[in-house]
């Protein structure tokens, strides 16, 4: 009887830990569809298609994967490594960055209700002679914010990247 009691508790023991780190998993969500570190590959690809999106694998040599929200004309960023998402983005900036407050708090608001408590930042800019770009990474670990501001050149044309990505796991 000792015995079962003691196998009983350590079950007991064993699921509530396998619950508390399913609980605290990293995640991310990405439009409707809540995206996490160590996710499979084709249980993302079915959520996010199932949510409407496309995924967009065109370039997944090497791993990197687009999820398009055709109606809310939104791209997310994910990677995958041994079919486990390491690393997704999203977004916040609303706009051409020229009212970019609002996504900026709302990127920060985000990433402190998450946890995020002891940060890194790190100011990382760009100039070439066809970029400027403004980059200042803000990193927490296992989450993390890029703000970017400027232009590049690219196959002849200049586009603006002003984006205020909040992101979960390391591009690798």
């Known amino acids: 009887m000792a015995m079962l009691t003691r196998v009983v508790l350590l079950l007991v023991v064993c699921a509530s830990s396998v619950l508390a780190q399913s609980s605290n998993r990293i995640s991310l969500e990405l439009g409707s569809v809540t995206v996490w570190l160590?996710?499979?590959?084709?249980?993302?690809?079915?959520q996010?298609?199932?949510?409407g999106m496309v995924f967009d694998s065109s370039s997944a040599s090497n791993g990197q994967v687009h999820a398009?929200?055709?109606?809310?004309?939104?791209v997310f960023?994910?990677?995958?490594?041994n079919g486990k998402l390491v690393y997704a983005d999203r977004n916040w900036l609303r706009d051409d960055g020229s009212n970019a407050l609002p996504s900026v708090m709302d990127a920060l608001a985000s990433l402190v209700d998450?946890?995020?408590?002891?940060?890194?930042?790190?100011?990382?800019?760009?100039?070439?002679?066809?970029?400027k770009l403004n980059r200042?990474?803000?990193?927490?670990?296992?989450?993390?914010?890029?703000?970017?501001?400027?232009?590049?050149?690219?196959?002849?044309?200049t586009l603006n990247d002003n984006a205020v990505?909040?992101?979960?796991?390391?591009?690798?």
Do not use: W
Request: with cysteine; charged share 25%; aromatic share 6%.
């Open 114 to 131: 998450q946890g995020a408590t002891n940060c890194k930042i790190v100011h990382a800019p760009i100039s070439t002679p066809d970029s």
């Open 38 to 46: 160590g996710m499979d590959k084709s249980v993302a690809k079915q």
């Open 136 to 157: 200042v990474f803000i990193d927490c670990g296992e989450r993390g914010i890029l703000l970017t501001y400027g232009s590049g050149t690219f196959a002849g044309l």
């Open 68 to 74: 398009v929200d055709t109606q809310g004309k939104h």
């Open 77 to 81: 960023t994910l990677k995958f490594e």
């Open 48 to 51: 996010l298609e199932a949510a």
């Open 165 to 172: 990505h909040e992101r979960i796991g390391k591009y690798r």
